[in-house]
């Protein structure tokens, strides 16, 4: 069974940074995306950033220019630095993996990330 354990998130002042991590255990095929999805109170899930196997990554716009998704593969472990950090950052953020074959998806817990004004 996979599961998804994150860290680093927390309370920050607006322009300052956080780096999340996620490790995840059990069998994880390697050809897959990792990545970052985020959800703020009243409002859908929505993605931040993924990164695939060979390292291709993709970024919201709200990310992009920002935030930075990195992962080791040798620890099974996705990480996401994010900057400059705004406000409208504040959710709840989900790490998340998807494996294309055979093609399953697994979700962290989620790990709040608030950011003062």
């Known amino acids: 069974q996979v599961q998804l354990v994150e860290s680093g998130g927390g309370l920050v002042q607006a322009g300052g940074s956080l780096r999340l991590s996620c490790a995840a255990s059990g069998t994880i095929f390697s050809s897959n995306v990792m990545g970052w999805y985020r959800q703020a109170p009243g409002k859908q899930r929505e993605l931040v950033a993924t990164i695939t196997s060979g390292g291709t990554t993709t970024y919201s716009d709200s990310a992009k220019g920002r935030f930075t998704i990195s992962r080791d593969n040798a620890k099974n472990t996705v990480y996401l630095q994010m900057n400059s950090l705004k406000p409208e950052d504040t959710a709840v953020y989900f790490c998340?993996?998807?494996?294309?074959?055979?093609?399953?998806?697994?979700w962290g817990q989620g790990t709040q990330v608030t950011v003062s004004s």
């Open positions: 998340k993996i998807q494996q294309i074959l055979p093609f399953a998806v697994y």
